[in-house]
């Protein structure tokens, strides 16, 4: 770094416009004073707490697509939750197909639990499957790296590294 950036701040800012069904996503790099971050943002970097992307194709398709995708990178699902069925049953209303995968790594899991007992909290790792009226199917793939943030935990920011990579692989295949 140069002396006259020593008292400059990296970050990345993503900004998502939407219209309609689709978005764009937009990165900006600001070098922003450190005084000005202590006061907006005490010693956080923003990153984007998501990896995704839009298929062209009905809902089941997307389904099985990301089943598939996440199994060819290890994952397994724990649980499915319908949130449009569960909004329908618990409070009579009507939703669009949205669909929560709760996908395990089991290596990673086991890892991620034997070097920080109560990270479980944050497990499994969160996929979801939605379309809006009259649009295309969106994916959407937890980041990882951005929920074990506010844990100072070396190894176990080693393991979700690891699995970002893992969830980009899934999102990464599905736009191919």
Known sequence: MQADMAGSFLCVVSIRFFDNCSYISSRFVYLLNCSLLKTSFPGRIIVDYYYGCTLSCSF?????????????????????????????????????NYLILGACNPPFAYKALTVEDKIGTMLPCNVIVQQKPGCDVEVSAVNPVASMMGIENDELSAIANEIRQKLRNVIDALKA
């Not at 389904?63 to 724990?78: Q, T, W």
């Not at 649980?79 to 669009?96: A, G, N, P, Q």
């Open 60 to 96: 089941d398709k997307a389904v099985d697509a990301v089943k598939s995708a996440l199994a060819a990178e290890g994952f397994g699902i724990l649980t499915e939750i319908d949130v449009k069925s569960t909004l329908k049953s618990k409070l009579d209303v009507d939703f669009y």
